[in-house]
């Protein structure tokens, strides 16, 4: 196996034990809501596919420098959907149901249906059976799930994709900052940044969980090239917002930290200002 000199983990999210991503808890509940939304570094696809399946977006993109990654996360998202209630099955609940609990916490997709619940098969069905065929767009609807969410291997810093023409209402950046920095220096972060911005509506969302400085030096341990280049480093991730700002994001909103041990880092939101 390769070294994940771009945090290209393989197994990733079996680092992180949960079934939805506390990091997405942290957000308002309409943050996805008939968006548009880039996950660059989706890794494995598990947190592009929440949000395509339990928040509602219009569509989603995830993309990731690693096509093996990228090749997990299409499978990740046939997995996500064998798992999923089938419509039938909620639609007749309902039908049945003498009285519906309109208190109860229930997110709409982006065609206005009620969620469906996510883990209504084991996993243990699909291990045994195989998943589950997904039907056509023209069935479901293109802007539902699974149909609302597609991955590319890309490396995004440096190359163009044909979704980004369209431009995004959200770009979701989860712990990749340190690993931009420490293959770009503190000029590829940058760029990076005005790329976000670029891709970006005026009023759209940066989600950002950056890295701590103090987790850059293991990271630089694993080739020479991230040692070389951690020594020109004079940004730290404390002057991340004020670059933000200078931009055209509006001051950090802070929503909040979660996460257990080294995983445990905060997660900000900036909205695109000015052009």
């Not at 419509?87 to 206005?112: F, I, M, Q, W, Y």
């Not at 969620?115 to 069935?139: E, K, N, R, V």
Request: hydrophobic fraction near 35%; include cysteine.
């Amino acid at each position: 196996m390769s070294v994940p000199t771009h945090g290209n983990y393989h197994g990733y999210y079996l680092k992180r034990l949960s079934v939805t991503d506390p990091r997405l808890a942290l957000l308002p509940e309409n943050t996805f809501t008939g968006k548009r939304v880039l996950d660059i570094g989706c890794n494995e696809g598990w947190v592009t596919c929440e949000i395509a399946q339990a928040w509602g977006a219009y569509k989603v993109v995830g993309v990731d420098i690693d096509d093996t990654l990228i090749r997990a996360a299409w499978k990740r998202r046939q997995l996500v959907w064998s798992l999923q209630e089938p419509l039938s099955s909620h639609t007749n609940a309902l039908e049945n149901s003498k009285e519906v609990d309109d208190s109860s916490p229930t997110r709409s997709n982006s065609t206005g249906m009620t969620q469906l619940q996510l883990d209504y098969f084991p996993a243990s069905l699909q291990h045994s059976f195989g998943p589950l065929p997904i039907p056509p767009s023209s069935i479901r609807g293109k802007h539902a799930f699974p149909h609302n969410v597609s991955f590319r291997t890309a490396d995004w810093t440096k190359e163009e994709i044909v979704e980004n023409v369209d431009g995004y209402d959200v770009v979701v950046a989860f712990s990749i900052t340190k690993w931009i920095h420490l293959n770009g220096g503190d000029d590829g972060l940058r760029a990076f940044f005005c790329r976000v911005h670029s891709v970006l509506k005026l009023g759209g969302l940066f989600i950002l969980e950056p890295q701590e400085w103090d987790t850059y030096k293991k990271a630089k341990r694993l080739n020479e090239t991230l040692r070389s280049t951690a020594q020109t480093l004079k940004l730290r991730p404390n002057d991340f917002e004020s670059i933000l700002k200078g931009i055209g994001f509006s001051p950090a909103q802070h929503a909040g930290i979660t996460g257990e041990g080294g995983f445990r880092r905060t997660v900000d939101l900036y909205v695109k200002e000015a052009s």
